[in-house]
Nanobody, 123 residues
Framework: QVQLVESGGGLVQAGGSLRLSCTAS????????MGWFRQIAGKERDFVAG???????LVADSVKGRFTISTDNDENTVNLQMTSLRPDDTAVYYC?????????????????WGQGTQVTVFW
């Protein structure tokens, strides 16, 4: 099992940037696919971005061109660089780990979740 801890959320004005980080611990971290989801209260958890252990990435259409996912295997971290933020990006963002990159965008395929970090974008 992989344990995940997110950091980097907060308040930002529309058009600004934020960087989220997720530190992983536990066995076999480097064999996991990593990803980010977000959730608004009362709604389903939505896929944002994912990356396989060998660097293949997938980004949701809603954030393509604005958000970038990256990993640092030396630090056991996965990062989400968010730019050109909009108020509709406001959500709780969750780090995720899955044993398989296949289906990384499906919440039911996720094996471990972080506790979540709030991102609020205002005008």
């Amino acid at each position: 099992q992989v344990q995940l801890v997110e950091s980097g959320g907060g308040l930002v004005q529309a058009g600004g940037s934020l960087r989220l980080s997720c530190t992983a611990s536990g066995r076999a971290f480097r064999s996991y696919a990593m990803g980010w989801f977000r959730q608004i209260a009362g709604k389903e958890r939505d896929f944002v971005a994912g990356m396989s252990w060998n660097g293949v990435s997938l980004v949701a259409d809603s954030v393509k061109g604005r958000f970038t996912i990256s990993t640092d295997n030396d630090e056991n971290t996965v990062n989400l660089q968010m730019t050109s933020l909009r108020p509709d990006d406001t959500a709780v963002y969750y780090c995720a780990a899955a044993r398989s990159y296949r289906g990384i965008e499906i919440p039911a395929r996720i094996d471990s979740w972080g506790q979540g970090t709030q991102v609020t974008v205002f005008w």
